[in-house]
């Protein structure tokens, strides 16, 4: 079954920039519709953004928009996510997520079946 690695995250001060990424463990990724989601502390887990499986079409939560970029490369078999312009409110830990059975993106965390292990971003000065 599809495993998924992610990469370190980081402490970074407000208005820095930070990149994540997200490898799959098997070539069955360039199937996937793909996304990143966010739980901070104390709160629920939140959409922030996805792609599908050729990477053509992307999706944002409204807190991503104009500030993180999601993509993929299927040659490498990862995802990523750029986030910029950080703020102390994006701090959280952010989790890949594959869907199994679908190519097409999708906002629903119910609809990923496939989960990262979660990564540590802290924005803070």
């Known amino acids: 079954q599809l495993q998924l690695v992610q990469s370190p995250g980081g402490q970074v001060q407000p208005g820095g920039s930070l990149s994540l990424s997200c490898e799959a463990s098997?070539?069955?990724?360039?199937?996937?519709?793909m996304a990143w989601f966010r739980q901070a502390p104390g709160k629920e887990r939140e959409y922030v953004a996805s792609?599908?499986?050729?990477?053509?079409?992307?999706n944002y939560a409204d807190i991503a928009k104009g500030r993180f970029t999601i993509s993929r490369s299927n040659g490498m078999n990862t995802v990523f996510l750029r986030l910029t312009n950080l703020k102390p409110e994006d701090t959280a830990v952010y989790y890949c997520a594959a869907r199994g059975h679908s190519d097409w993106y999708s906002v629903d965390s119910e609809d990923y079946d496939i989960w990262g292990p979660g990564t540590q971003v802290t924005v803070s000065s």
């Open positions: 098997t070539s069955a990724f360039t199937r996937n519709g």
């Open positions: 792609i599908n499986s050729s990477g053509g079409i992307t």
